[in-house]
């Protein structure tokens, strides 16, 4: 299976920061990654996929980038519902994996 | 609106037998793949299974290779999981989830390029999610 690391587990940011998170794959997934957003007792709610492609409605401020193993997702300028649990996804393998999450919390 | 409602989930023993059902409104069910995804108690998100539009390919994860059963019934925008020789890691919550279909032309980071990629095990809906819980 492929293996997905995200970094860093946790963070705490304030109101207007740029924030990132990184993902990595334990080998070579192309442009096949996607974000989640998960809060509290939610379902996951998809970010961007294909990498780079904002989802419809989700706020300009989040993009992601990336090729190969390495990948990011940023929050230009975070915002107070930005609170909670990120996930990294690939689909390159028909096996699917996501990353262990990072916590995101606002100072 | 497109909505998923899982249900079935409830306290079993180990080794017992369950079956998750999700029943999809407001969209063409039969147009997409669908999947479970499972969370244990205040762990992350691991895929569990996938099936293709017309049921025909099925995936599973090695965890639960050869215990669970993901099926659809497109007649009645129902998707399915059975799930056998239930373990106590096997207790999360469960989220059907529905792919995206076909492909999208990007241009990736750092190219010019367009590309056509498949967008089909990219999920941009999900259930609520029903509780499984397996202990004695």
Same mark, same amino acid.
Not at chain 2, 54 to 73: N, P, Q
């Given at each position: 299976?492929?293996?997905?690391?995200?970094?860093p587990?946790s963070l705490s940011a304030?109101?207007?920061?740029?924030v990132?998170?990184?993902?990595? /794959?334990?080998?070579?997934?192309?442009?096949?990654?996607?974000?989640?957003?998960?809060?509290?007792?939610? /379902?996951?709610?998809?970010?961007?996929?294909?990498?780079?492609?904002?989802?419809?409605?989700?706020?300009?401020?989040?993009?992601?980038?990336?090729?190969?193993?390495?990948?990011?997702?940023?929050?230009?300028?975070?915002?107070?519902?930005?609170?909670?649990?990120?996930?990294?996804?690939?689909?390159?393998?028909?096996?699917?994996?996501?990353?262990?999450?990072t916590?995101l919390e606002?100072? | 609106?497109?909505?998923?409602?899982?249900?079935? =989930?409830?306290?079993?023993?180990?080794? =017992?037998?369950?079956?998750?059902?999700?029943? /999809?409104?407001?969209?063409?069910?039969?147009?997409?793949?669908?999947?479970?995804?499972?969370?244990?108690?205040?762990?992350?998100?691991?895929?569990?299974?996938?099936?293709?539009?017309?049921?025909?390919?099925?995936?599973?994860?090695?965890?639960?290779?050869?215990?669970?059963?993901?099926?659809?019934?497109?007649?009645?925008?129902?998707?399915?999981?059975?799930?056998?020789?239930?373990?106590?890691?096997?207790?999360?919550?469960?989220?059907?989830?529905?792919?995206?279909?076909?492909?999208?032309?990007?241009?990736?980071?750092?190219?010019?390029?367009?590309?056509?990629?498949?967008?089909?095990?990219?999920?941009?809906?999900?259930?609520?999610?029903?509780?499984?819980?397996?202990?004695?």
């Open positions: 299976d492929i293996q997905m690391t995200q970094s587990s304030s109101v207007g920061d740029r990132i998170i990184t993902c990595r /794959a334990s080998q070579s997934v192309g442009h096949y990654v996607n974000w989640y957003q998960q809060k509290p007792g939610k /379902a996951p709610k998809l970010l961007i996929y294909l990498t780079s492609s904002l989802q419809s409605g989700v706020p300009l401020r989040f993009s992601g980038t990336g090729s190969g193993t390495d990948f990011t997702l940023a929050i230009s300028s975070l915002q107070p519902e930005d609170f909670g649990t990120y996930y990294c996804q690939q689909t390159y393998s028909t096996l699917l994996t996501f990353g262990q999450g916590r606002i100072k | 609106e497109v909505q998923l409602l899982e249900s079935g =989930g409830r306290l079993v023993r180990p080794g =017992g037998s369950l079956r998750l059902s999700c029943g /999809a409104s407001g969209i063409t069910f039969a147009a997409f793949g669908m999947s479970w995804v499972r969370q244990a108690p205040g762990k992350g998100l691991e895929w569990v299974s996938g099936i293709s539009e017309t049921g025909h390919s099925t995936y599973y994860a090695d965890s639960v290779k050869d215990r669970f059963t993901i099926s659809r019934d497109n007649s009645k925008n129902t998707l399915y999981l059975q799930m056998r020789s239930l373990r106590v890691e096997d207790t999360a919550t469960y989220y059907c989830a529905k792919a995206m279909s076909g492909s999208v032309v990007v241009v990736p980071p750092g190219s010019d390029t367009p590309q056509s990629l498949t967008v089909a095990n990219t999920f941009d809906y999900w259930g609520q999610g029903t509780l499984v819980t397996v202990s004695s």
